[in-house]
């Protein structure tokens, strides 16, 4: 099946610093990954859609200069904290649906726990 | 906008048959989705439905009726290993996006 990858898994950083997560789809090309954020026990949240060679698109009330999202390549896709605050922390998960292939199912990757001081 | 309701907790017996509602609004319908997360893990997928009626996979299944915007997945067979969060989420299609919509999440517990 197909494969995500998220680097890191787990970040601390102080408050004001800025944070890249990566996410990588492994052996599949992904025209449009998409970006969640997820409370404990609570439901994810799209955050936005990233598509390849294109600007991603905001769902609204995310701020778009504070996360910076870069989709360079079919397999690639970055999003950037800005200037992380203790609020920001979170767990960010990626998704990724294949070229061609069902946008219906969606391959997620494993997830990356933000935590700021 | 979009909307998803689904039971936030269910418990069942191991061995026994249950079944997570979800109820949807939203304009641009296309289908309906259901996802299995377990804790401090990513989800994964489980089944996807775009038109009426029931779509089987093993232990699994799930049921879609677009004319009541309800849908349902059943797992038979319950094992402890159930035991995590379902989402069910909706493919949402307009004119300027297409995304995925997840609901809040029902927690099932099994008991032994």
């Known amino acids: 099946g197909a494969v995500v990858s998220q680097h890191p898994s787990r970040v601390i950083c102080k408050s004001g610093t800025s944070v890249k997560i990566e996410c990588r789809s492994l052996d599949f090309q992904a025209t449009t990954m998409f970006w969640y954020r997820q409370f404990p026990k609570q439901s994810l949240m799209l955050m936005a859609t990233?598509?390849?060679?294109?600007?991603?698109?905001?769902e609204q009330g995310v701020e778009k200069d504070k996360f910076l999202i870069n989709h360079a390549s079919l397999t690639l896709s970055t999003l950037t904290v800005t200037s992380a605050h203790p609020e920001d922390s979170s767990f960010y998960i990626c998704?990724?649906?294949?070229?061609?292939?069902?946008?219906?199912?969606?391959?997620f990757g494993p997830g990356t726990r933000l935590t700021v001081l | 906008g979009q909307s998803l309701e689904q039971p936030s907790e269910v418990t069942a017996v191991e061995g026994a048959i249950v079944q997570i509602n979800c109820t949807y609004q939203?304009?641009?319908?296309?289908?309906l989705s259901w996802y299995q997360q377990h804790d401090g893990g990513a989800p994964t997928f489980l089944s996807y439905n775009a038109l009426d009626g029931l779509e089987e996979t093993g232990r699994f299944s799930s049921f879609l009726s677009r004319s009541d915007s309800y849908g349902y997945l059943l797992l038979q067979e319950l094992q402890m290993k159930d035991s995590a969060s379902y989402f069910c989420a909706v493919r949402d299609v307009t004119n300027r996006d297409d995304k995925i919509i997840f609901g809040k999440g029902t927690r099932l517990h099994i008991l032994p």
């Open positions: 998704s990724a649906s294949g070229l061609g292939g069902s946008y219906n199912e969606q391959f």
């Open positions: 939203t304009s641009g319908f296309y289908g």
């Open positions: 990233s598509n390849e060679g294109s600007k991603a698109t905001y």
